[in-house]
């Protein structure tokens, strides 16, 4: 008995090799065949396993935990045909050859030249013509998406199916056109190239860029194509809400004061590209013992709203201190904070908006604000702003503005994508710092002479101050 286990266990490990499209298994001076789905055209071991090749059919892999009866794991498209395996430095590469079909009237035909003739020479027989067409390439693997969340989706296709960490997935709709003639066919659009980040035997979570939104039941598969997402230019904003302000409060810099120059707004994306929003735009308020001053404008805008540029109008409502009298003279300040508003001017306020560039990629942005009262145009301000991206999830941004309702400031800013992927439920943080300066007119206790008499009035007095800011904004889309 010894003998035996002796020999069994010294016993060589058996080899496999392809005969006439049969597999067999070859210990010491034995062979065994091994039953095939298909014919074989090659062998090869790696591992624990056993790979055969089967052409057209594809491409087997068997269990070698007995390496002298292989179990059959499963059976593999491999998109082409399967030609042969080849074992490189301890790993199996596969050897897979398409064949590629196109109409001989598309071919280019060049006339050759005629040989000479030969007297009592015979035409060689023409070539026989063949006899089948060459095999049709397999299509690839489709799978469904099961799964969409906010900058990724799952998809009904895992490591089993050849899906590995990193693959690139294409995520397409698919849609009837016509054809001519009253026929349809079928098309399919790609949406997004997605990064696989996660995967099963049976699913895998593909990351999506900024701004790309997929619908579940899209279709997916494998492809070599490059990422789509886009930091300069990503797709236009498809949350149909966003909320948000800019806070930016400062302190009075030569007098007892503050203030602040801040905006708010709402807004909603319809699918045609209309954008309609209510801008609180600017937002500026002052209280200082040399006066208080307000410049303040809310506009309700529509406008045109594509991946590259937007466009629009607005109405809305202004109040402004009188910047645009006469300085009627200085008078000095009791030191303290009134709580009033003085020389304060309302009327209709017309608004301009336009962007140059993706709202969450590179743009530049401008938006007009104008003034009727007593019955005349006056220009309130310009607002304008560049972004820059800084990294895959956030901004530099420039921005200023001001204008002779009474407003001037200029920050540097830090735009940056907190939650989510610019889709809805994401959340962008914004900080900034820069300077600001309020001004306007105030009335003040004045002494007029009118032929020589003395007459106690009031006064127009110019009020300034500003300083430093630092901001803080949220925009959130729903």
């Known amino acids: 008995m010894f003998s035996s286990l002796l020999v069994v266990i010294l016993a060589a490990p058996p080899a496999y090799r392809v005969q006439d499209g049969a597999v067999q298994i070859v210990q010491d001076e034995a062979v065994t065949p ?67 079909a196109v109409p001989a009237a598309a071919t280019a035909f060049e006339v050759p030249a005629a040989p000479p003739a030969t007297l009592g ?32 989706v799952v998809v009904d296709g895992g490591a089993e199916a050849g899906i590995a960490a990193n693959d690139h997935v294409a995520l397409y709709a698919r849609r009837e056109v016509a054809v001519g003639d009253g026929g349809t066919a079928a098309e399919d659009v790609l949406i997004a190239v997605g990064e696989v980040v996660a ?17 579940k039941g899209a279709l997916a598969r494998a492809t070599k194509r490059g990422l789509s997402e886009s930091r300069l230019n990503p797709p236009r904003v498809a949350a149909p809400y966003d909320v948000g302000f800019m806070f930016r409060p400062f302190l009075a810099i030569g007098a007892f004061g503050f203030g602040t120059i801040s905006e708010a707004w709402v807004g909603m994306r319809l699918d045609n590209g209309l954008r309609l929003q209510v801008l609180l735009e600017p937002l500026g308020l002052g209280f200082a013992d040399e006066g208080n001053v307000i410049a303040a404008a809310g506009n309700a805008l529509a406008s045109y709203d594509t991946r590259l540029f937007e466009i629009g109008l607005g109405l809305g409502w202004s109040a402004v201190n009188d910047n645009f009298g006469d300085d009627a003279g200085k008078a000095a300040s009791d030191g303290t904070i009134q709580t009033e508003f003085d020389g304060v001017k309302s009327g209709l306020s017309i608004a301009q908006i336009a962007r140059l560039g993706a709202t969450d990629g590179i743009h530049l942005a401008v938006r007009n604000n104008f003034i009727l009262y007593d019955k005349t145009f006056r220009y309130g301000g310009t607002v304008a702003e560049g972004q820059f991206p800084a990294s895959e999830t956030s901004w530099l941004l420039l921005r200023g503005g001001g204008g002779l309702s009474g407003y001037i400031y200029g920050e540097l800013a830090l735009r940056w994508l907190a939650r989510g992927n610019g889709d809805r439920d994401s959340v962008f943080l914004t900080v900034s710092a820069g300077g600001a300066e309020l001004f306007g007119l105030d009335e003040v206790a004045c002494t007029r002479y009118v032929d020589g008499a003395e007459i106690q009035g009031t006064c127009s007095d110019s009020v300034s101050y500003g300083g430093p800011l630092v901001g803080f904004g949220v925009e959130w889309r729903l």
């Open 34 to 100: 091994l039953v095939t789905p298909c014919a074989a055209r090659a062998v090869a071991v790696e591992g624990a396993h056993l790979y055969v090749a089967c052409g057209a059919e594809g491409l087997l892999d068997y269990d070698l935990t007995d390496p002298a009866a292989p179990v059959l794991r499963g059976q593999r498209a491999m998109g082409g045909f399967v030609a042969g395996l080849h074992a490189v430095d301890g790993r199996v590469w596969v050897e897979v050859a398409r064949t590629e």
């Open 121 to 152: 020479t015979t035409p060689a027989p023409a070539a026989p013509a063949a006899s089948a067409a060459p095999p049709k390439p397999e299509p690839a693997a489709t799978w469904t998406v099961v799964e969409v969340g906010s900058g990724f």
């Open 199 to 215: 995967v099963t035997p049976e699913r895998a979570r593909v990351r999506l860029g900024l701004n790309e939104q997929i619908a």
